[in-house]
């Protein structure tokens, strides 16, 4: 029998090489890891047993029929239940997908990685719905979905790695609403804390931080009137916006809980338009894991906060706002994130994320890692992550954070606790091309949003298109005014 250590131990990196199905000339050849498992029969789409499976080391079963078959279910038989499922392993070519693309247009970002919801065509004319996951662990030994599903288990679901640095793998069990982590041994074989999903679309709150499945169709928008409106012309109507921390405008009245995101659409979207405002810029609204950051030091980039509903109930407040004719701005934050175990820190035991370098790397101020601007992967996930909101939430603006602090290398730093640029100066090239791109790609595909800074230094062109040497922002944000 081959060495299956590696399985057995959840430290392979090409799991497709070890199990599903292989057809030989004899037939097919079957395997299957599945910690638990007493007994695994193959079943054929048609419901014939094509193997009864023999168990020939811990968690590990084999199998063989002489039928060419390439599509099939499992009947796993545990010392509490029975149960059939598809085998992930039989839809490698689906989990491959995932990776063909990202690279070329940045929404394939959120359209391709994380947990995406997919129908597969079977051999037999019908169709079934699986969870296609996808991760950026470039450098990592192993990388497993560990879920609800699973029991937590990192033997279960061991990923397959591409030679882009990708992980994927196509789950068919997996639905709607389960939680999830990845389960990642770096290059020397230590596991780390298991992680949330970079793209993942909503999260579970302390202490958990789990990812969770969503289906982002599921909601009906119907603020389709605001969204297509003709000749608007931001520069010169009148903008009146309030700005908001939701966990703090206003609490029920027994003050032991937020406002939902439903509550808001009334309570809140009555008293912007009483008071004559135009739009609600809210502080960052991406999940995070420290109250006490107000959202400015975001963990999840592609979830809104779970502290006050669901992603749906955000996309209903939005609605809502549309539907009063506020239009929604929302903090976003590309400069730094927090080094919780859960995030993005290290993410595969390296630096994936952020700058290697502590000098460019760490933030001394906010004792936070800087994203990598320099990174083509890294700029792809923030490019995307401004589409992103526009595309997902019908976002109307984005407030730019921190703004200075990537525009320069020396910000909060003294001499000799910051590099220099290729020209020996205080500019981070890296951080104004990618700021520059960011604006490009939301004017161009999101005409009627704005883009704005919140930029506390004398930078010049902060507000010029990038055609005229600027960084492209529609306005920046009066610091004075603070």
């Known amino acids: 029998m081959a060495d299956l250590t590696h399985i057995q131990t959840a430290s392979a990196s090409h799991p497709f090489s070890d199990l599903g199905a292989f057809m030989h000339a004899d037939g097919t050849f079957f395997r299957f890891c599945l ?14 047993v094509l193997s009864q499976c023999k168990r020939v080391a811990d968690g590990i079963f084999t199998g063989h029929t002489s039928l060419s078959v390439s599509q099939y279910l499992l009947n796993v038989t545990t010392q509490d239940t029975q149960y059939q499922v598809y085998d992930p392993y039989a839809f490698k070519d689906e989990a491959y997908h995932a990776v063909h693309f990202v690279d070329h247009v940045p929404q394939n970002v959120y359209e391709q990685l994380g947990a995406q919801i997919i129908t597969i065509d079977l051999d037999n004319g019908e169709q079934i719905s699986a969870v296609r996951f996808a991760v950026f662990a470039p450098n990592a030994q192993s990388v497993s979905v560990v879920a609800e599903f699973n029991l937590w288990n990192d033997l279960s679901h061991q990923m397959q790695k591409t030679d882009m640095g990708y992980w994927v793998l196509v789950i068919p069990q997996a ?16 596991s780390l804390p298991h992680k949330a999903d970079p793209v993942g679309f909503s999260a579970e709150q302390y202490p958990s931080h789990a990812s969770k499945i969503i289906d982002h169709n599921a909601y009906q928008w119907t603020d389709s009137k605001w969204m297509n409106r003709q000749n608007h012309d931001p520069y010169h109507q009148p903008m009146s916006i309030y700005e908001v921390q939701l966990a703090s405008w206003k609490r029920p009245h027994d003050d032991r809980r937020y406002l939902t995101y439903r509550e808001l659409a009334v309570d809140l979207v009555k008293y912007v338009v009483d008071m004559g405002y135009t739009h609600i810029e809210l502080m960052p609204i991406s ?7 107000w959202g400015y030091q975001p963990v999840g980039l592609f979830a809104p906060t779970s502290r006050f509903g669901s992603v749906d109930d955000f996309k ?20 730094h994130f927090p080094e919780d175990g859960h995030g993005l820190a290290r993410f595969d035991g390296t630096c994936v994320y952020e700058y290697e370098d502590p000098r460019k790397g760490w933030h001394p101020d906010w004792n936070s890692c800087i994203y990598d601007f320099g990174k083509s992967e890294v700029r792809q996930f923030l490019v995307a992550n401004a589409l992103f909101w526009c595309d997902k939430f019908h976002i109307d603006g984005l407030r730019v954070d921190a703004v200075a602090s990537m525009l320069y290398l020396d910000y909060s730093r003294n001499d000799g606790e910051w590099i220099p640029n290729v020209d020996g100066g205080n500019h981070n090239y890296e951080a104004i091309s990618l700021l520059r791109w960011v604006n490009q ?3 161009a595909a999101h005409p009627n949003v704005i883009t704005i800074a919140e930029e506390s230094t004398s930078f010049a062109r902060v507000s010029r298109p990038v055609d005229m040497d600027g960084l492209g922002f529609g306005f920046k944000w009066n610091m004075g005014w603070m």
């Open 35 to 48: 910690p638990g498992a007493n007994a695994v029969d193959v079943i054929a789409l048609d419901g014939s």
């Open 175 to 190: 639905t709607v609403g389960d939680k999830y982590k990845y389960a990642i041994k770096d290059e020397h074989g230590h």
């Open 287 to 293: 999940e995070y894991p420290f109250d006490g950051s």
């Open 316 to 335: 209903y407040f939005v609605d809502a706002c549309h539907q009063a004719n506020i239009g929604v701005i929302i903090d976003w934050v590309p400069a």
């Open 441 to 443: 790609a939301v004017y």
